[in-house]
């Protein structure tokens, strides 16, 4: 017998890590290998503490600007994505850079620079400040893009020319936020062009879905994320709207036993950057102070895989 609380987890699936935070991970990983360190890395490779320091640990160095990198040394640019001046100003210098862009992010900067060759505006829905948003507004001439972050934004622009409009997105969005803020871009420009196909990406749109899917029975809801990464932040946002009192932790030491009081079924999620070794982790604190339970959680099946650049695998 044991004089712990039962405690019933949830563990949303699919959660964490997706294929493009796997691919740069792979990437820093395999410049170690082939050129041995260090390895330069400019930004966080992906939005969590621990795999930065996992990485440092093997010789990545983490800088936040190419002018920070030696001559003589490679040099892995974020999944994030960079702006076209960070890779041609590394060309200058004759750097060896590796691009570790998720290539659903790339396929976001190519759609923005059709639509300047085709003359229009683009409206980008996204968080000023995150480094996918500076990426994507690198790849195009300055005034060509503008921000729309909330509702009362789309609501608010007056284009110079509303018939040459576009919009594309951040790729880790609020699924819903999202939805309303391009249904008022459309009511507001009726000859907008909408993007051939979705830009949140496969991994977001699941792990939300994931979220609303068990968040109806749960008391409250664990992220793993961190608190820079907008893919956790916004899966704290789901469950919350979903009816579960939700907290983003980094890792198991970060689990608060007061908050959890009351709870008898609690949810657990990981955002994109988040490895499966935090979720256990996070599990085994709790299993510190209750007799914790997994209920086993059906979900889709996800099979992406990206390439890795023909460099290290040649
Ligand atoms: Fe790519 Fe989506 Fe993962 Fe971002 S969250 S790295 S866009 S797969």
Same mark, same amino acid.
């Given at each position: 017998m044991t004089d712990k609380p039962p405690l019933t987890l949830l563990i949303a699936?699919?959660?964490?890590?997706?294929a493009g935070v796997d691919r740069a991970i792979r990437i820093v990983e395999l410049a170690l290998e082939r050129y041995g360190a260090p390895v330069y890395v400019r930004h %966080? =490779?992906?939005?969590?503490k621990f795999v930065v320091e996992e990485l440092k640990a093997q010789g990545a160095v983490f800088v936040r @600007?190419?002018? @920070?990198v030696p001559d003589g040394v490679p040099v892995v640019f974020s999944a994030h994505g960079v702006p076209k001046i960070v890779p041609a100003r590394a060309e200058e210098r004759g750097l060896n850079y590796l691009d570790a862009t998720c290539p659903l992010v790339s396929k976001v900067h190519r759609q923005a620079e059709r639509l300047i060759e085709q003359g229009r505006h683009i409206l980008f829905i996204g968080h000023e400040g995150h480094p996918e948003v500076v990426g994507t507004f690198g &790849?195009?001439? @300055?005034?060509r893009m503008t921000l729309i972050e909330t509702a009362e934004d789309a609501e608010a622009i007056e284009p110079? #020319? $509303?018939? &040459?409009l576009a919009f594309l997105t951040q790729t880790t969005l609020s699924v819903d936020d999202t939805a309303e803020i391009v249904a008022i871009l459309r009511r507001r420009f009726p000859l907008i062009q909408v993007p051939?196909? %979705? #830009? =949140?990406c496969y991994a977001t749109s699941n792990r939300q879905a994931a979220v609303k899917a068990i968040a109806g029975r749960c008391d409250a809801m664990l992220v793993i994320g961190a608190s820079n990464s907008s893919n956790s932040l916004r899966l704290v946002e789901v469950a919350e709207r979903a009816g579960a009192r939700a907290m983003l932790v980094?890792?198991?030491?970060?689990?608060d036993f007061r908050w959890l009081g009351g709870v008898r079924t609690l949810g657990i999620t990981a955002g994109?950057?988040? $490895?499966e070794v935090l979720v256990r982790e996070v599990v085994e604190r709790l299993a510190e102070r209750f007799e914790v339970s997994e209920e086993p959680v059906e979900g889709v099946e996800e099979n992406m895989v990206f390439k890795l650049p023909r460099a290290l695998v040649a």
């Open positions: 699936a699919p959660r964490g890590f997706c %966080e =490779i992906v939005h969590n @600007e190419l002018d @920070e &790849q195009v001439p @300055e005034g110079a #020319d $509303p018939t &040459q051939r196909s %979705e #830009d =949140i980094a890792r198991g030491h970060d689990v994109a950057s988040a $490895p």
